[in-house]
């Protein structure tokens, strides 16, 4: 009837939660994501390298429950475009969700439906909102990982496949050694 409570240990540095289930997202599993392809396969043959780690504890996909999970966010660039985390709309779209930065810079870029585009900076301590229907990605824009925690309810569930097809309407690039959010050429609305 009642689950059972628990408290798990997250550690600051590494960015680790005790007990959570690992997922390794490698820059050959984000094919099609990059801006520049050709630097995309470069780097893909050249040494593949960890783009993110995640550790996540799951509950069963039930209204009123949550889920949790950190993530590690390598440094890197393919061209000139910073690392970044696949990005999702939830599955239930009207899930909100929220990210609370620990270690490295960075920051999320969200996304309504119509492609309006807003980039939040983080840098430890900052807590972002990620309200109902908006997509999310995160992005480090410094040199070392950039970790951060999310909470969401357990029956959010992510819908890859809109961002994957569309990809966001902002891209974040490095220009003359500045950190510059600007239209993606690409983006298919
Ligand atoms: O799911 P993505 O877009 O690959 O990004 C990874 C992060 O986002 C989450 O899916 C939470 O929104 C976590 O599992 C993880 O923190
Ligand atoms: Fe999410």
Known sequence: MYKEPFGV??????????NAKKLVRKLSDMKGYFL?????????????P???E?????QEEKEGDLNFATTVLYPGKVGKEFFFTKGHYHAKADRAEIYFALKGKG?????????????????PGTI????????H???NTGNEPFIFLAIYPA???????????????????EEDGKVVVKDNPKWKE
């Open 36 to 48: 520049d392809e050709e630097a995309w396969k470069e780097l893909v043959e050249k040494e593949d």
């Open 54 to 58: 995640v550790y996540a504890i799951e």
């Open 128 to 135: 972002v909102y990620v309200p109902p229907y908006w997509a």
């Open 50 to 52: 960890v783009v993110y």
């Open 155 to 173: 029956d959010a569930g992510h819908d890859y496949g809109t961002i994957k097809e569309k990809g966001f309407s902002k891209i974040v690039v």
């Open 137 to 139: 990605r995160t992005v």
């Open 107 to 123: 920051g999320m870029l969200l996304q309504t439906p119509e492609g309006d585009a807003k980039f939040i900076e983080m840098e």
């Open 9 to 18: 240990k997250l550690d600051f540095e590494t960015g680790i939660i005790e």
